[in-house]
């Protein structure tokens, strides 16, 4: 064999270690998240920073309402006035709503009670609040526990098999609370995987329940004030771990130290919390 010959088999081991180094640096495909909505009654700060901020990223961002119709927030918060100004959305989060309603992955959401809608084609689930009666529907909704019952076993850190990112905030995790383990229906999604979770504290919703009596409100701030229910203590009662967090309304997130599962507590906590599910996404995903 010549020298030329010899010096290409030399180059060989040298231009493999570049391949497999150049195919190790490439981008991931970016993930795909699916926010999921009531019909009525979304809070629109929860529903649109996330939108926001994830398609800001690269994200593709998809909405599900149960039967595939176009949701609406609730229109209280979006009313001008005083008491919109006090619990409704910042001027920002106003303008990041108005683009999102007008987006047209949100005129044309996807029905997360047909038969084709799989959860796990997407890697990112979020769970928005809201506390008007409406959003009981999507808190309820026992097709939506069910997806969200195949979705959590995949958020483990433990996981390699298609790995997974939850967030959820202030009401949206009762939707957690409130769904039953599917091989234990005895005990809540929350309860059976053991998640640590923040939500709405009493002291913010009763804050807010008090000053919306101010303008004749009635139970409008109390989703479930007919039993007595507190979002924190069905959050407890559910068997989750339930983490307060300070007695500030500065922005304040959770997560869980065992699923790629973030909460958040309230519309405040919203830029954070979502910015921490993206962190959370590019380590499970990589950089895309």
Not at 99 to 111: K, L, T
Request: glycine share 8%; net charge neutral.
């Amino acid at each position: 064999m010549g020298k030329s010959g010899q010096d290409f088999w030399k180059m060989i081991p040298n231009l493999h270690s570049q391949i497999s180094l150049r195919t190790a640096k490439m981008p991931a495909a970016p993930p795909k998240a699916i926010v999921f909505l009531a019909n009525n009654g979304q809070d629109p700060t929860e529903a649109a920073i996330p939108w926001e901020i994830l398609t800001s990223a690269g994200c593709i961002v998809t909405f599900a309402t149960e039967h595939g119709e176009v949701a609406s927030a609730d229109p209280v918060l979006l009313q001008s006035g005083v008491f919109a100004s006090l619990l409704g959305p910042s001027k920002q989060a106003t303008d990041s709503y108005k683009a999102m309603v007008a987006s047209p992955e949100y005129q044309q959401p996807r029905a997360w009670s047909d038969k084709d809608f799989d959860i796990l084609e997407y890697e990112i689930a979020i769970l928005p609040g809201g506390h008007d009666k409406p959003i009981r529907q999507y808190l309820e909704c026992q097709s939506l526990h069910e997806h969200l019952g195949r979705f959590l076993p995949h958020t483990a850190r433990t996981c390699r098999q298609r790995p997974k990112v939850l967030g959820a905030i202030c009401h949206g995790v009762l939707a957690l609370a409130f769904a039953k383990c599917p091989v234990n229906p005895e005990r809540s999604l929350l309860a059976e995987h053991g998640l640590q979770t923040t939500t709405l504290p009493k002291w913010m919703e009763g804050t807010a329940w008090v000053a919306s009596q101010a303008w004749l409100k009635g139970s409008y701030y109390r989703t479930y004030i007919e039993r007595g229910g507190w979002c924190c203590g069905d959050v407890e009662e559910a068997g989750g771990s339930y983490i307060r967090g300070p007695m500030s309304t500065k922005p304040f997130v959770h997560t869980d130290p065992n699923h790629r599962y973030i909460s958040a507590r309230f519309p405040g906590d919203a830029e954070l919390w979502t910015k921490t599910i993206l962190s959370e996404a590019k380590e499970a995903f990589g950089v895309w």
